[in-house]
Protein backbone atom coordinates (compact mmCIF):
# COMPACT_ATOMS: atom_id res chain seq x y z
CA UNK A 1 0.00 0.00 0.00
CA UNK A 2 1.70 3.24 -1.05
CA UNK A 3 1.03 6.54 1.19
CA UNK A 4 -1.30 8.54 -1.38
CA UNK A 5 -3.45 5.25 -2.39
CA UNK A 6 -7.47 5.95 -1.97
CA UNK A 7 -8.42 2.61 -2.18
CA UNK A 8 -6.78 -1.14 -1.80
CA UNK A 9 -6.37 -2.86 -5.16
CA UNK A 10 -7.62 -6.18 -4.64
CA UNK A 11 -10.62 -5.57 -2.25
CA UNK A 12 -11.01 -1.76 -2.89
CA UNK A 13 -11.53 -1.24 0.38
CA UNK A 14 -11.05 2.38 1.12
CA UNK A 15 -8.06 3.80 2.56
CA UNK A 16 -8.43 7.52 3.21
CA UNK A 17 -11.79 8.77 4.84
CA UNK A 18 -13.74 10.73 2.23
CA UNK A 19 -14.25 14.49 2.70
CA UNK A 20 -15.95 17.35 0.93
CA UNK A 21 -13.97 18.43 -1.91
CA UNK A 22 -15.44 22.34 -1.46
CA UNK A 23 -15.18 22.87 2.97
CA UNK A 24 -13.29 19.48 3.49
CA UNK A 25 -15.94 18.18 6.58
CA UNK A 26 -15.67 14.43 6.85
CA UNK A 27 -18.61 12.81 5.14
CA UNK A 28 -20.11 9.54 4.21
CA UNK A 29 -20.04 7.16 1.20
CA UNK A 30 -24.06 7.68 1.27
CA UNK A 31 -24.48 11.24 1.38
CA UNK A 32 -25.79 12.56 -1.47
CA UNK A 33 -24.53 16.81 -0.36
CA UNK A 34 -22.62 17.97 2.40
CA UNK A 35 -24.00 18.79 5.49
CA UNK A 36 -22.02 22.11 6.37
CA UNK A 37 -21.74 23.89 2.71
CA UNK A 38 -24.43 22.12 0.53
CA UNK A 39 -22.27 21.15 -2.48
CA UNK A 40 -23.34 17.79 -4.01
CA UNK A 41 -21.23 15.00 -3.24
CA UNK A 42 -22.67 12.38 -5.98
CA UNK A 43 -23.88 13.22 -9.61
CA UNK A 44 -27.95 12.72 -9.63
CA UNK A 45 -27.49 11.80 -13.37
CA UNK A 46 -24.65 9.13 -13.43
CA UNK A 47 -23.68 8.73 -9.94
CA UNK A 48 -20.31 9.32 -9.87
CA UNK A 49 -18.96 10.78 -6.62
CA UNK A 50 -18.39 14.38 -7.29
CA UNK A 51 -14.56 15.42 -6.77
CA UNK A 52 -14.05 19.52 -7.80
CA UNK A 53 -14.83 22.01 -5.31
CA UNK A 54 -17.66 23.54 -7.86
CA UNK A 55 -19.92 20.43 -7.56
CA UNK A 56 -18.86 19.44 -11.04
CA UNK A 57 -19.45 15.94 -11.91
CA UNK A 58 -16.32 14.16 -13.29
CA UNK A 59 -17.86 11.66 -16.04
CA UNK A 60 -20.43 14.24 -17.29
CA UNK A 61 -18.68 17.62 -16.82
CA UNK A 62 -21.63 19.52 -15.81
CA UNK A 63 -22.30 20.74 -12.20
CA UNK A 64 -24.13 18.65 -10.16
CA UNK A 65 -26.91 20.60 -8.94
CA UNK A 66 -24.68 23.03 -7.23
CA UNK A 67 -25.01 26.81 -5.91
CA UNK A 68 -23.66 29.59 -7.20
CA UNK A 69 -20.87 30.89 -4.86
CA UNK A 70 -19.82 33.31 -6.39
CA UNK A 71 -19.21 36.05 -3.32
CA UNK A 72 -20.62 39.19 -4.52
CA UNK A 73 -18.62 41.69 -2.67
CA UNK A 74 -15.53 41.10 -5.34
CA UNK A 75 -17.97 43.05 -7.89
CA UNK A 76 -18.75 46.89 -8.51
CA UNK A 77 -21.97 47.94 -7.36
CA UNK A 78 -24.43 47.41 -9.94
CA UNK A 79 -21.79 44.98 -11.78
CA UNK A 80 -21.98 41.80 -13.02
CA UNK A 81 -19.06 39.62 -13.51
CA UNK A 82 -19.07 37.06 -16.63
CA UNK A 83 -16.81 34.89 -15.45
CA UNK A 84 -19.65 33.81 -12.72
CA UNK A 85 -21.77 32.73 -15.54
CA UNK A 86 -19.16 30.28 -17.24
CA UNK A 87 -18.62 26.93 -17.04
CA UNK A 88 -16.43 25.55 -13.93
CA UNK A 89 -13.34 24.18 -16.40
CA UNK A 90 -12.17 25.33 -19.50
CA UNK A 91 -9.51 23.71 -21.72
CA UNK A 92 -7.59 25.74 -23.96
CA UNK A 93 -7.56 23.96 -27.51
CA UNK A 94 -4.47 25.20 -28.86
CA UNK A 95 -1.62 24.40 -25.80
CA UNK A 96 -4.21 22.25 -24.08
CA UNK A 97 -3.77 24.30 -20.56
CA UNK A 98 -6.82 23.02 -18.50
CA UNK A 99 -8.32 25.62 -15.93
CA UNK A 100 -10.73 25.78 -13.51
CA UNK A 101 -12.63 28.69 -12.74
CA UNK A 102 -12.24 30.76 -9.67
CA UNK A 103 -15.09 32.56 -8.12
CA UNK A 104 -14.78 36.15 -6.74
CA UNK A 105 -14.39 36.86 -3.52
CA UNK A 106 -13.07 38.44 -0.82
CA UNK A 107 -10.01 37.25 1.96
CA UNK A 108 -8.00 38.67 4.26
CA UNK A 109 -4.33 38.31 2.29
CA UNK A 110 -0.94 38.34 3.94
CA UNK A 111 1.07 36.16 6.98
CA UNK A 112 -2.09 35.36 9.40
CA UNK A 113 -0.11 32.71 10.73
CA UNK A 114 2.27 35.14 12.19
CA UNK A 115 5.35 32.83 11.03
CA UNK A 116 6.69 34.82 8.28
CA UNK A 117 8.59 38.01 6.63
CA UNK A 118 7.55 41.33 7.50
CA UNK A 119 6.87 42.27 3.81
CA UNK A 120 4.08 39.48 4.29
CA UNK A 121 2.50 42.09 6.70
CA UNK A 122 -0.08 43.59 7.21
CA UNK A 123 -2.68 41.17 7.04
CA UNK A 124 -5.86 43.16 4.34
CA UNK A 125 -8.80 42.39 3.31
CA UNK A 126 -8.66 42.31 -0.51
CA UNK A 127 -11.75 41.79 -3.05
CA UNK A 128 -11.27 39.72 -6.61
CA UNK A 129 -13.39 39.16 -9.33
CA UNK A 130 -13.60 35.48 -10.88
CA UNK A 131 -11.03 34.28 -13.09
CA UNK A 132 -9.96 30.81 -14.50
CA UNK A 133 -6.50 29.90 -13.32
CA UNK A 134 -4.51 26.66 -14.91
CA UNK A 135 -4.71 23.49 -12.66
CA UNK A 136 -1.16 23.46 -12.80
CA UNK A 137 2.05 25.59 -14.64
CA UNK A 138 3.16 25.58 -17.71
CA UNK A 139 4.60 22.09 -18.80
CA UNK A 140 7.44 21.79 -21.46
CA UNK A 141 5.58 20.07 -24.16
CA UNK A 142 2.64 22.94 -23.90
CA UNK A 143 5.52 25.70 -23.84
CA UNK A 144 6.79 24.06 -26.80
CA UNK A 145 3.53 24.59 -28.88
CA UNK A 146 4.34 28.19 -29.37
CA UNK A 147 7.59 28.83 -28.43
CA UNK A 148 10.52 27.54 -30.85
CA UNK A 149 13.25 25.83 -28.05
CA UNK A 150 12.52 24.34 -24.48
CA UNK A 151 14.89 26.01 -22.06
CA UNK A 152 14.24 23.82 -18.81
CA UNK A 153 17.31 22.08 -17.05
CA UNK A 154 15.03 19.15 -15.59
CA UNK A 155 13.52 17.69 -19.25
CA UNK A 156 10.64 16.05 -19.28
CA UNK A 157 6.89 16.66 -20.85
CA UNK A 158 4.78 17.05 -18.34
CA UNK A 159 7.51 18.13 -15.91
CA UNK A 160 7.47 22.59 -15.69
CA UNK A 161 9.33 24.26 -18.21
CA UNK A 162 11.72 26.76 -16.17
CA UNK A 163 14.58 28.98 -16.68
CA UNK A 164 12.17 31.30 -17.68
CA UNK A 165 12.69 34.96 -17.68
CA UNK A 166 9.27 37.04 -16.68
CA UNK A 167 9.00 38.69 -19.92
CA UNK A 168 9.03 35.07 -21.62
CA UNK A 169 6.23 33.94 -19.84
CA UNK A 170 4.26 37.08 -20.67
CA UNK A 171 5.43 36.44 -24.30
CA UNK A 172 4.08 32.86 -23.95
CA UNK A 173 0.80 34.46 -23.03
CA UNK A 174 0.45 36.98 -25.76
CA UNK A 175 0.83 34.63 -28.19
CA UNK A 176 -1.65 32.04 -26.70
CA UNK A 177 -4.21 35.13 -26.49
CA UNK A 178 -3.46 35.93 -30.29
CA UNK A 179 -3.95 32.37 -31.09
CA UNK A 180 -7.85 32.78 -29.55
CA UNK A 181 -8.27 35.61 -31.96
CA UNK A 182 -8.47 37.78 -28.70
CA UNK A 183 -11.49 35.84 -27.22
CA UNK A 184 -9.42 35.58 -23.85
CA UNK A 185 -7.27 37.03 -22.21
CA UNK A 186 -4.14 34.95 -20.57
CA UNK A 187 -1.57 36.53 -18.25
CA UNK A 188 0.23 35.75 -15.02
CA UNK A 189 -1.87 35.88 -11.89
CA UNK A 190 -1.55 39.10 -9.89
CA UNK A 191 0.40 38.68 -6.71
CA UNK A 192 -3.57 38.48 -5.25
CA UNK A 193 -5.67 36.15 -7.46
CA UNK A 194 -2.05 33.88 -6.84
CA UNK A 195 -2.70 34.31 -3.34
CA UNK A 196 -6.24 33.51 -3.24
CA UNK A 197 -6.49 30.63 -5.15
CA UNK A 198 -3.71 28.88 -3.38
CA UNK A 199 -5.51 29.02 -0.69
CA UNK A 200 -8.65 27.26 -2.03
CA UNK A 201 -10.52 30.85 -2.47
CA UNK A 202 -8.73 32.32 0.43
CA UNK A 203 -8.98 30.31 3.16
CA UNK A 204 -6.66 30.34 6.43
CA UNK A 205 -4.51 27.43 4.91
CA UNK A 206 -0.34 27.36 5.57
CA UNK A 207 0.28 25.83 2.61
CA UNK A 208 -2.08 25.31 -0.60
CA UNK A 209 -4.44 22.45 0.01
CA UNK A 210 -3.42 21.11 3.84
CA UNK A 211 -0.74 21.56 6.55
CA UNK A 212 0.80 17.96 5.95
CA UNK A 213 3.55 19.50 3.24
CA UNK A 214 4.65 16.15 1.94
CA UNK A 215 1.45 15.08 0.06
CA UNK A 216 1.03 18.34 -1.57
CA UNK A 217 4.31 19.66 -2.18
CA UNK A 218 7.72 18.79 -4.01
CA UNK A 219 10.18 20.74 -1.83
CA UNK A 220 13.85 20.01 -0.66
CA UNK A 221 13.00 17.32 1.95
CA UNK A 222 10.81 14.68 -0.65
CA UNK A 223 12.37 16.10 -4.40
CA UNK A 224 15.72 14.59 -4.68
CA UNK A 225 17.19 17.56 -6.19
CA UNK A 226 15.02 17.70 -9.42
CA UNK A 227 11.38 18.48 -10.62
CA UNK A 228 8.89 16.53 -10.87
CA UNK A 229 6.07 15.72 -13.24
CA UNK A 230 3.07 18.54 -12.15
CA UNK A 231 -0.23 17.11 -10.96
CA UNK A 232 1.25 14.09 -8.47
CA UNK A 233 0.77 15.57 -5.59
CA UNK A 234 -2.49 15.94 -3.71
CA UNK A 235 -4.66 19.18 -5.30
CA UNK A 236 -5.92 22.02 -2.91
CA UNK A 237 -9.53 22.41 -2.42
CA UNK A 238 -9.86 24.10 -6.12
CA UNK A 239 -8.64 21.28 -7.47
CA UNK A 240 -5.21 23.24 -8.23
CA UNK A 241 -1.62 21.59 -8.00
CA UNK A 242 1.57 22.25 -6.61
CA UNK A 243 0.83 25.51 -6.23
CA UNK A 244 3.68 24.99 -3.18
CA UNK A 245 6.54 23.44 -4.52
CA UNK A 246 8.08 21.73 -7.70
CA UNK A 247 8.55 25.26 -9.16
CA UNK A 248 8.62 29.53 -7.97
CA UNK A 249 6.08 30.78 -10.29
CA UNK A 250 5.77 34.04 -11.81
CA UNK A 251 3.29 36.73 -10.78
CA UNK A 252 2.39 40.47 -12.52
CA UNK A 253 3.54 42.63 -9.88
CA UNK A 254 5.90 44.68 -9.46
CA UNK A 255 8.11 43.83 -6.47
CA UNK A 256 7.80 46.28 -2.92
CA UNK A 257 8.30 45.43 0.43
CA UNK A 258 5.47 47.97 1.28
CA UNK A 259 3.32 46.18 -1.46
CA UNK A 260 0.20 45.41 1.38
CA UNK A 261 0.17 48.68 2.43
CA UNK A 262 -0.44 50.08 -1.10
CA UNK A 263 -2.95 47.46 -1.89
CA UNK A 264 -6.16 48.84 -3.54
CA UNK A 265 -9.25 47.26 -2.02
CA UNK A 266 -10.45 45.39 -5.01
CA UNK A 267 -8.34 43.52 -7.81
CA UNK A 268 -5.02 45.09 -6.24
CA UNK A 269 -1.98 45.08 -8.84
CA UNK A 270 1.15 46.48 -8.16
CA UNK A 271 2.61 48.35 -11.30
CA UNK A 272 5.87 49.91 -10.65
CA UNK A 273 9.17 50.51 -12.87
CA UNK A 274 11.18 48.31 -10.17
CA UNK A 275 12.92 45.25 -12.44
CA UNK A 276 12.40 42.83 -9.28
CA UNK A 277 8.80 41.12 -10.31
CA UNK A 278 7.10 39.27 -7.60
CA UNK A 279 7.65 34.94 -7.62
CA UNK A 280 5.19 32.85 -5.31
CA UNK A 281 5.31 29.17 -3.95
CA UNK A 282 8.74 28.05 -3.14
CA UNK A 283 10.76 25.26 -4.93
CA UNK A 284 11.75 21.49 -5.39
CA UNK A 285 14.89 22.54 -3.44
CA UNK A 286 13.85 25.23 -0.79
CA UNK A 287 12.64 23.98 2.53
CA UNK A 288 8.63 23.86 3.69
CA UNK A 289 9.09 27.70 5.22
CA UNK A 290 9.45 28.99 1.38
CA UNK A 291 6.52 27.08 0.13
CA UNK A 292 4.12 28.79 2.28
CA UNK A 293 0.93 30.53 0.82
CA UNK A 294 1.74 33.87 1.95
CA UNK A 295 5.22 33.55 1.22
CA UNK A 296 6.17 36.52 -1.41
CA UNK A 297 10.01 36.89 -2.96
CA UNK A 298 10.90 39.24 -5.72
CA UNK A 299 13.28 38.36 -8.42
CA UNK A 300 14.69 40.12 -11.40
CA UNK A 301 12.42 40.41 -14.06
CA UNK A 302 15.77 39.27 -16.67
CA UNK A 303 16.64 36.36 -14.79
CA UNK A 304 16.03 32.76 -14.64
CA UNK A 305 16.80 29.87 -12.73
CA UNK A 306 15.94 26.18 -13.12
CA UNK A 307 13.47 27.01 -9.57
CA UNK A 308 11.51 29.01 -11.26
CA UNK A 309 8.28 28.50 -13.84
CA UNK A 310 4.68 30.00 -14.33
CA UNK A 311 1.10 29.08 -14.80
CA UNK A 312 -1.36 31.47 -16.16
CA UNK A 313 -4.62 32.81 -15.66
CA UNK A 314 -7.46 33.30 -18.22
CA UNK A 315 -10.37 35.91 -17.88
CA UNK A 316 -12.54 37.17 -21.36
CA UNK A 317 -11.84 39.69 -23.44
CA UNK A 318 -13.74 42.91 -23.03
CA UNK A 319 -17.39 42.53 -24.74
CA UNK A 320 -17.33 39.04 -24.70
CA UNK A 321 -19.51 36.69 -21.89
CA UNK A 322 -19.70 33.30 -23.93
Known sequence: VQPDWR??????????????????????????????????????????RVTGPDGVCPRCRTAADAPDRTDTRALSPGSENPVSKLPATFTDAVCGIEMVRVPGGSFAMGDTFGAGADNEQPVHEVALDGFYMAIWCVTQVQWLRLMPDNPAMFE?????VEQVTWGAARDFACRLTESHK???????????????????????????GEEEIDRLAWYEANSHGHTHDVGTKTPNGLGLCDMSGNVWEWCRDGFADDAYRQHAARNPLMETTEADRVIRGGAYHLDA????????????RDLMGPGLGFRLVMTLAVGNSR
Open 7 to 48: ICPVCETRLKALTCPACGLAVKENWKRCPQCEVPLVCPVCGS
Open 156 to 160: GQRHP
Open 182 to 208: GQYRFDLPTEAQWEYAARSGGRETLYA
Open 289 to 300: WSARCARRLGFA
